[in-house]
């Protein structure tokens, strides 16, 4: 099994913004469950209203050979109306995707993130164990 069979883990990426804004960076946690993917991630907000606040998302999403597609969903207030849309590449080895992202009719990017070494285990006892 390769480690693109697989995506559970912990993930760091960047997200670009189209017309010359700032890219913001995330963390996420993935779970695969044979391809079906869940997580959440967290992120700087990048509104003008509080810079410092961090944001958190829910994923949802599948995993098909070496292409991945997510939805994630704010649970930020003000971002509940509407979901971002994801789809990327895996790499042979499973530890880098990238790919575009959209908000439809608003904005679309693109996205790259990349596995931490050594965390799969880790999530993956830590996700047993709430499981039992």
Do not use: C, Q
Not at 70 to 90: E, M
Not at 109 to 131: P, S
């Amino acid at each position: 099994m390769s480690g693109a069979d697989d995506l559970s883990g912990g993930w760091d990426g960047i997200f670009n913004y189209p017309r010359g804004r700032r890219p913001n960076a995330f963390t996420a946690t993935l779970r695969d469950d044979g391809g079906f993917l869940t997580g959440e991630t967290t992120e700087p907000s990048d509104g003008a209203n509080d810079s410092s606040a961090v944001l958190h998302a829910w994923l949802e999403g599948r995993r098909e050979g070496g292409i991945v597609t997510f939805v994630k969903s704010y649970d930020d207030p003000a971002r509940a109306h509407y979901t971002v849309h994801y789809a990327g590449s895996i790499t042979p080895d499973g530890t880098e995707i990238s790919g575009h992202w959209d908000i439809a009719g608003r904005l679309s990017g693109t996205f790259i993130m990349v596995r931490r070494a050594g965390r799969t285990e880790a999530v993956e006892r830590r996700i047993a164990e709430t499981v039992r």
